[in-house]
Structure formats: structure tokens, C-alpha cells
């Protein structure tokens, strides 16, 4: 079960692995709004939020006042809003098979990444 009761999702209108990931987090308690940017006005929010290029997702994702970024799973965005760290907040760096919303199967442990430190990693699930 999700800790947070509502986000926002900010993607652009020709992505469809976001609206899966937005199911994902619906199935599990949250209250996802949807945004739709075009593609330069997204670039422009992640780069408002200093989010590296590398660490980058499809989507973003703003939960109570943190940047979630790309198809995080539940269990990261819940140690997120428990411990409540002063980062800007966290990301699954790509779009990794079998991540939430992704399609195929989970290769190997995703690494979420806390956004803005380039090797300091957040959480293995």
C-alpha cells in the first residue's frame, strides 16, 4: 500500500509506459493526476529540478513536494515519504524491463538513485 494519497504526473502525450506506471501507483492507493507536456516544456521541468540527464525517466513524478522520476516502485516512494530525506528526491534511472508500467521481466534489482548524486543509491528493490 502507498503512503501518499496524491501525485502528479508530468509526461508527454506519446508515451504510453507512463499511463502504466500511473495504474500501478492507482492499484496501490495513490490519486495520480495526469499532465500532458510537450516534450521541451518537460525538459524544462526536469531541468528546473536539476535532474541529470542520466537519471532522467519517461515521466516525472511530483509526490509531496519530492520528484519522483521514470517507473519507481511503490516500496521507494513509500521510504521516501517515511524517512523524508532533504534530497530532491529519486529516480529509476531509464525505463528497465519489468520496472512498474514497464513491460517483460525484471533482469536484476532496480537501483533507485537519489537525484542529483551520481552513484549514491537510494534503494535496491
Known amino acids: 500500500m502507498a503512503l501518499a494519497q496524491s501525485a502528479t ?17 492507482r492499484s496501490l492507493g495513490f490519486e ?3 499532465v500532458e507536456l510537450q516534450p521541451e516544456a518537460l525538459a524544462a521541468m526536469k531541468a528546473g529540478h536539476a535532474i541529470p540527464a542520466a537519471q532522467q525517466g519517461c515521466h516525472t513524478l511530483m509526490v509531496e513536494g519530492y520528484v ?9 516512494i513509500n521510504k521516501l515519504l517515511e524517512e523524508r530525506p532533504d534530497i530532491v528526491g529519486i529516480s529509476l534511472p531509464g525505463m528497465p524491463m519489468g520496472s512498474p508500467g514497464m513491460g517483460g521481466q525484471k533482469a536484476e534489482p532496480f537501483k533507485v538513485m537519489v537525484i542529483g548524486e551520481d552513484d549514491e543509491i537510494f534503494a535496491i528493490i
Not at 504526473?9 to 501507483?25: E, K, V
Request: hydrophobic letters at 35%.
Open 9 to 25: 504526473m508530468y509526461r508527454t502525450p506519446y508515451c504510453g509506459c507512463c499511463l502504466g506506471h500511473a495504474d500501478y501507483l
Open 32 to 34: 495520480v493526476d495526469i
Open 68 to 76: 519522483v522520476e521514470g517507473h519507481v516502485p511503490v516500496e521507494a
